[in-house]
């Protein structure tokens, strides 16, 4: 790889987006006005187009060759030399993710053009939106080009910051404005332990480069003593030492680090906020659930696969941590109305999916499920942002419905999107959702079993959403004349459906006889890692792939090419139903789930209408748990808000009743002796000589009397 050129590359995507920014901040109250949209886009597209740059560049290396770190320069400096760098980390999974960011965040971009114009003026805020966009792709693009776990914190902060800025965008909404305060607390409880994490990387390795802590990690695993003294720059006496706390601290690590994962990519129970992040502008929701930071979470857990996989006890609990949140947040997503939280409780089930994936030790196919996911959801909530402008603001599937003729682009798109996230046969989603599903059936049936479930909800709950806005009797609420948005928004939802058909078939294979799927048909067929996208990706699985030295999921992921080996090895951790679905069934299985879960929405929410009715009134408790969320937020708020509250209130009584009395009482004695004395001090200076002559009087006839 020409390190020179990515550098280069890299310091253009962090540099277009913030000019933008600052541009659109600087300029545009004043002087750019209705125009500020411009320096972002030029900004963010000039971005994007390095981005590919890099990527082109990263994916022609030679086989084998090893990322790149380069060192930007020396940010602080101690006796006997640097001590921390800014530095890039630039290798397949960067190049992916950058991409992803970019592309997608300049599509969001381009629709918010129209979006904001009709639901905000530009003297109310129009600068500022296009501003916390650029610095919100900045930040994300920041977090993955870094080099060190200092930058990855300073980017995951910065995200942070950007969500709370844009979610709350319409601060004089108190929902709004709470939904904002909502998400930035929230994310506190697992930042918290995630810095906590890297401080004892600190302690334990001494460094926080990516290089120096992984080599010491993959050393320190395997015993090699010398590895750990080379990558810590320690003697051998004291690398044995840091080799054993190295070892027993890794799990630790992970377990803080994950805490991070979990409030960033919203997964139980910190998976509160995203919900209630749909108060903010529709472009938002697109930007945050599929470009930036709720995929932050799982890119930190791949980028440190050395560190999780240490320990196959806490990659249990990321699978099933991914594995119960999936299923958790898609039942809530059967009984809600507002379009937008549908798919936010779908975007905190799909990220169970890839934290699930990551758990199985598939951390490519997590990563091909973040990238597809990335184009269908983007595509989802900008599709409903375009209904909810048709419909002069709302939002709620129980006020319109018949609109695929009124929106007939809109329809279309959200068609294919809503097939992409259901998983439909040959749409992207189909793709990377069922190699999760297959990894997981080959860690525990269990986990298996829940995907399966899980995806057969997303297709109902899915196309019921579908169902409700775009078919049956015509109707739009009262008053509002509702029309197809115009070509700024329309353009981005065509380019993000074409994704979400294709972008699946990056990380499938093509046989000779014409079939196309991901599971090796026969022995000795090529595995996905010899596809595009998994065989790009194999070095950052690499650490997943050597700590999970058995079963057919590792087999495939590690580029294994003799089949009737996995097939052996999967035999032994399968038996009854998983044996019967390795290679070609679990995919037929899984399509076929997904089609069975769109026909029983068809029939319940076209046909028969009246089903769902029944089933409500018939299981009105469940319904009830289910569409109240299973009442987490009410735990949380007589558990947690207001004890606290409670407490708040009560330091501020000790505050303001004691601590204030003390002091009070305190300079109760001044103050008398001040009042007294000011009765002294009337200011006349025949007072004062009447005053000095009748002390000197005083002391005279006292020397004579003594």
Same mark, same amino acid.
Not at 139 to 156: E, I, K
Not at 157 to 177: D, N, Q, R, T
Not at 470 to 477: A, D, K, L, N, Y
């Given at each position: 790889?020409?390190?020179?050129?990515?550098?280069?590359?890299?310091?253009?995507?962090?540099?277009?987006?913030?000019?933008?920014?600052?541009?659109?901040?600087?300029?545009?109250?004043?002087?750019?006005?209705?125009?500020?949209?411009?320096?972002?886009?030029?900004?963010?597209?000039?971005?994007?187009?390095?981005?590919?740059?890099?990527?082109?560049?990263?994916?022609?290396?030679?086989?084998?060759?090893?990322?790149?770190? $380069?060192?930007?320069?020396?940010?602080?400096?101690?006796?006997?030399?640097?001590?921390?760098?800014?530095?890039?980390?630039?290798?397949?999974?960067?190049?992916?993710?950058?991409?992803?960011?970019?592309?997608?965040?300049?599509?969001?971009?381009?629709?918010?053009?129209?979006?904001?114009?009709?639901? &905000?003026?530009?003297?109310?805020?129009?600068?500022?939106?296009?501003?916390?966009?650029?610095?919100?792709?900045? /930040?994300?693009?920041?977090?993955?080009?870094?080099?060190?776990?200092?930058?990855?914190?300073?980017?995951?902060?910065?995200?942070?910051?950007?969500?709370?800025?844009?979610?709350?965008?319409?601060?004089?909404?108190?929902?709004?404005?709470?939904?904002?305060?909502? @998400?930035?607390?929230?994310?506190?409880?697992?930042?918290?332990?995630?810095?906590?994490?890297?401080?004892?990387?600190?302690?334990?390795?001494?460094?926080?480069?990516?290089?120096?802590?992984?080599?010491?990690?993959?050393?320190?695993?395997?015993?090699?003593?010398?590895?750990?003294?080379?990558?810590?720059?320690?003697?051998?006496?004291?690398?044995?030492?840091?080799?054993?706390?190295?070892?027993?601290?890794?799990?630790?690590?992970?377990?803080?680090?994950?805490?991070?994962?979990?409030?960033?990519?919203?997964?139980?129970?910190?998976?509160?906020?995203?919900?209630?992040?749909?108060?903010?502008?529709?472009?938002?929701?697109?930007?945050?659930? /599929?470009?930036?930071?709720?995929?932050?979470?799982?890119?930190?857990?791949?980028?440190?696969?050395?560190?999780?996989?240490?320990?196959?006890?806490?990659?249990?609990?990321?699978?099933?941590?991914?594995?119960?949140?999936?299923?958790?947040?898609?039942?809530?997503?059967?009984?809600?109305?507002?379009?937008?939280?549908?798919?936010?409780?779908?975007?905190?089930?799909?990220?169970?999916?890839?934290?699930?994936?990551?758990?199985?030790?598939?951390?490519?196919?997590?990563?091909?499920?973040?990238?597809?996911? @990335?184009?269908?959801?983007?595509?989802?909530?900008?599709? @409903?942002?375009?209904?909810?402008?048709?419909?002069?603001?709302?939002?709620?599937?129980?006020?319109?419905?018949?609109?695929?003729?009124?929106?007939?682009?809109?329809?279309?798109?959200?068609?294919?999107?809503?097939?992409?996230?259901?998983?439909?046969?040959?749409?992207?989603?189909?793709?990377?959702?069922?190699?999760?599903?297959?990894?997981?059936?080959?860690?525990?049936?269990?986990?298996?079993?829940?995907?399966?479930?899980?995806?057969?909800?997303?297709?109902?709950?899915?196309?019921?959403?579908?169902?409700?806005?775009?078919?049956?009797?015509?109707?739009?609420? &009262?008053?509002?004349?509702?029309?197809?948005?115009?070509?700024?928004?329309?353009?981005?939802?065509?380019?993000?459906?074409?994704?979400?058909?294709?972008?699946?078939?990056?990380?499938?294979?093509?046989?000779?006889?014409?079939?196309?799927?991901?599971?090796?048909?026969?022995?000795?067929?090529?595995?996905?890692?010899?596809?595009?996208?998994?065989?790009?990706?194999?070095?950052?699985?690499? $650490?997943?792939?050597?700590?999970? &030295?058995?079963?057919?999921?590792?087999?495939?992921?590690?580029?294994?090419?003799?089949?009737?080996?996995?097939?052996?090895?999967?035999?032994?951790?399968?038996?009854?139903?998983?044996?019967?679905?390795?290679?070609?069934?679990?995919?037929?299985?899984?399509?076929?789930?997904?089609?069975?879960?769109?026909? @029983?929405?068809?029939?319940?929410?076209?046909?028969?209408?009246?089903?769902?009715?029944?089933?409500?009134?018939?299981?009105?408790?469940?319904?009830?748990?289910?569409?109240?969320?299973?009442?987490?937020?009410?735990?949380?708020?007589?558990?947690?808000?207001?004890?606290?509250?409670?407490?708040?209130?009560?330091?501020?009584?000790? &505050?303001?009743?004691?601590?204030?009395?003390?002091?009070?009482?305190?300079?109760?004695?001044?103050?008398?002796?001040?009042?007294?004395?000011?009765?002294?001090?009337?200011?006349?200076?025949?007072?004062?000589?009447?005053?000095?002559?009748?002390?000197?009087?005083?002391?005279?006839?006292?020397?004579?009397?003594?």
């Amino acid at each position: 790889m020409n390190e020179s050129l990515l550098t280069t590359l890299g310091i253009l995507i962090l540099l277009l987006p913030a000019g933008g920014a600052a541009i659109a901040g600087a300029f545009g109250s004043r002087w750019l006005k209705g125009s500020t949209h411009w320096p972002v886009i030029l900004g963010v597209g000039g971005a994007a187009a390095a981005s590919i740059c890099l990527l082109k560049n990263v994916f022609g290396a030679p086989a084998g060759a090893e990322a790149i770190h $380069p060192v930007i320069y020396e940010w602080i400096s101690a006796a006997g030399g640097s001590w921390f760098n800014v530095e890039f980390w630039i290798d397949p999974l960067t190049a992916v993710m950058l991409v992803t960011v970019t592309f997608i965040s300049l599509l969001v971009v381009i629709y918010s053009r129209d979006y904001m114009r009709h639901h &905000d003026h530009p003297e109310r805020g129009y600068e500022r939106f296009f501003s916390f966009l650029a610095i919100f792709v900045f /930040a994300m693009s920041a977090l993955v080009l870094g080099g060190n776990f200092v930058l990855l914190y300073l980017g995951w902060e910065a995200v942070g910051l950007c969500s709370y800025l844009l979610i709350g965008f319409y601060y004089e909404k108190p929902s709004a404005a709470d939904a904002a305060k909502k @998400a930035f607390l929230v994310n506190r409880i697992g930042d918290f332990g995630f810095g906590i994490g890297i401080f004892l990387i600190y302690l334990t390795f001494g460094q926080l480069d990516y290089h120096s802590v992984f080599e010491a990690a993959r050393a320190a695993i395997d015993g090699n003593v010398d590895g750990v003294a080379a990558a810590l720059n320690l003697t051998r006496e004291a690398a044995a030492t840091a080799s054993s706390v190295i070892t027993d601290r890794l799990p630790i690590i992970a377990l803080l680090l994950l805490c991070g994962a979990v409030g960033k990519s919203a997964q139980l129970p910190l998976y509160v906020w995203l919900p209630d992040a749909m108060e903010g502008p529709s472009p938002v929701s697109a930007l945050i659930h /599929a470009a930036t930071m709720v995929t932050a979470g799982v890119y930190m857990m791949v980028r440190c696969g050395v560190i999780f996989t240490a320990s196959p006890a806490v990659m249990m609990v990321v699978a099933i941590l991914g594995a119960a949140t999936a299923i958790f947040a898609a039942t809530i997503a059967l009984t809600q109305n507002d379009m937008k939280r549908i798919l936010a409780y779908s975007t905190i089930s799909q990220l169970g999916y890839m934290f699930l994936g990551v758990g199985v030790y598939a951390a490519s196919s997590a990563v091909f499920h973040l990238f597809t996911h @990335a184009f269908f959801k983007a595509l989802l909530f900008l599709g @409903a942002g375009s209904v909810m402008h048709a419909m002069g603001g709302i939002i709620d599937v129980r006020r319109f419905g018949g609109l695929r003729k009124i929106l007939p682009v809109t329809f279309i798109t959200m068609l294919v999107g809503s097939a992409a996230l259901a998983g439909f046969p040959l749409f992207s989603g189909f793709w990377s959702k069922d190699e999760i599903v297959h990894h997981a059936f080959m860690q525990h049936p269990l986990l298996g079993i829940v995907g399966l479930v899980t995806a057969a909800l997303t297709a109902f709950y899915t196309f019921r959403m579908v169902f409700l806005a775009f078919f049956g009797q015509e109707r739009v609420p &009262d008053g509002v004349v509702a029309h197809e948005s115009g070509k700024w928004m329309l353009v981005p939802l065509l380019v993000l459906a074409i994704g979400a058909c294709g972008a699946g078939y990056v990380g499938v294979h093509v046989e000779s006889g014409g079939f196309v799927g991901f599971l090796a048909p026969e022995e000795g067929a090529p595995g996905p890692a010899t596809t595009p996208l998994h065989k790009f990706l194999q070095p950052v699985n690499e $650490p997943f792939a050597l700590a999970h &030295d058995h079963g057919h999921g590792h087999e495939m992921v590690s580029g294994a090419e003799h089949g009737e080996v996995a097939h052996a090895q999967a035999a032994e951790v399968s038996h009854g139903f998983i044996a019967s679905v390795i290679h070609h069934k679990l995919m037929y299985i899984s399509g076929l789930i997904a089609i069975l879960g769109i026909v @029983a929405a068809y029939v319940c929410y076209v046909r028969r209408p009246w089903i769902p009715q029944l089933v409500q009134s018939t299981f009105s408790r469940i319904h009830k748990v289910l569409y109240n969320k299973y009442y987490v937020d009410e735990v949380y708020d007589a558990t947690v808000v207001k004890p606290l509250r409670t407490s708040g209130k009560v330091c501020f009584g000790i &505050d303001q009743f004691v601590i204030d009395g003390i002091i009070w009482v305190i300079t109760a004695v001044p103050q008398l002796i001040g009042y007294f004395s000011r009765t002294l001090q009337t200011g006349a200076l025949q007072g004062y000589a009447l005053t000095m002559a009748a002390g000197a009087a005083i002391i005279v006839v006292w020397a004579l009397l003594v």
